[in-house]
C-alpha cells in the first residue's frame, strides 16, 4: 500500500520544499482588499507584508470543498490512500469540511484527514513525523491515530510587535489595546491545542524572551518528560523578522546549553494565517515531542 501525505500552507511548508520532501501542498486562500489569491502561487510572503504595511484589508479563508477535492484526486491517481494534516479544527473550519468528504462514499478508506490541534511550526513537525511514519510503512490509519494522540505535544510561545493586529483581529478589545500601547505592555502568547491565548505581559522584548525560554523548560520537564532535550525538536519562528530568529536561535542555544552540532533548530516563517492576527515583527519559540518508533 503507498500512502501519500499531504497539508496546507498554514503548516509553513512551500512547494519547493514539499517537492524535496515529497509531500503534497495544498495552497491557502487569502483576499487581500477584496482581492483572490493563493499563497505560494499568487501569494508571496513580501506581497502579504507589503500589504499589511499599506493598511491593505486582510482575510483568511479556506478552499472550497471543490477545490479540496481536486487536490485528492489528483493525489489518489498514483497512491493508495492518502493522510492530509490541515490546521487545527479549533482555529478554522478546514478540518470540519475536510472530515466530511472523506466520510463520504468517494474518499472513505482512502483518505484520513488528522485533527493535529496544531498550526505553523508544530503543524510542520507533524507532517514530517507522518511522512516519517508512512516511510517506515505505517498504515494511514495508525499515522492518524498516532498524531490525534500525540497532538498536544507540542507548544508554541509568541510575542508581538504591535498590538495593533490583534486588535484588528478582534483578539483584544480596542481599549485594552490603546490602554497596552499607552503601558508599552508586550503580550507573550501561547497556542497550545486548538486556542491563542494570552500567557503573560512584559515591557521588554528581553523579558518576553525570558519569559518564553522558562516556560519551555517547564514544558521540557512537565510536559513532554524530556529535559535533556533528546525526544523534542525546537523551532524559532518569525514574521518577517529573520535577523531577529537567527539572533533568537542563538539565545535558545545559549540557555539550554545546547551544541549547535549536537541540535539543528530550524527557523521557520510564521504560516500567514497567523500573520494576519500578530503582524510583522512577531518572534515565536516552539517545540514538538517526536513520536518514537
Known sequence: ????VATDTNSGLNKEECIKLGIYLLPMPFSISEKDFLEGVNLSSRDFFAAM????????SQPSPGQL??????????????????????????YETAWMLADGDKYKSRVYVVDNKRISVTQYASVLEA????DNGTDPIAITQIL???????????????????????????????????LKIKPVLTIQGDKLDAFAKVRTMKQAKNVMLNALEKDLAERFSDVDIEKTDIYIAHANEYDAAVKFRDEVYEFFSIK?????????????????HVGPGTLALAAAKRHQI
Open 131 to 134: 511522512k516519517r511514519l508512512a
Open 69 to 94: 477535492c481536486d487536490f485528492w484526486d489528483e493525489i489518489l491517481k498514483e497512491n493508495d490512500t492518502l493522510v492530509y494534516i490541515p490546521m487545527s479544527s479549533g482555529l478554522s473550519g478546514t
Open 260 to 276: 549547535p552540532e549536537n541540535m539543528d533548530i530550524k527557523i521557520q516563517e510564521l504560516s500567514l494565517s497567523i500573520c494576519t
Open 148 to 182: 490525534e494522540k500525540e497532538a498536544s505535544d507540542s507548544v508554541i510561545y509568541l510575542t508581538v510587535e504591535t498590538l495593533k493586529y490583534l486588535k484588528k483581529g478582534g483578539r483584544i478589545t480596542p481599549a485594552a489595546a490603546a490602554l497596552g500601547t499607552l
Open 53 to 60: 504595511e499599506a493598511g491593505e484589508d486582510i482575510r483568511t
Open 1 to 4: 500500500m503507498k500512502t501519500a
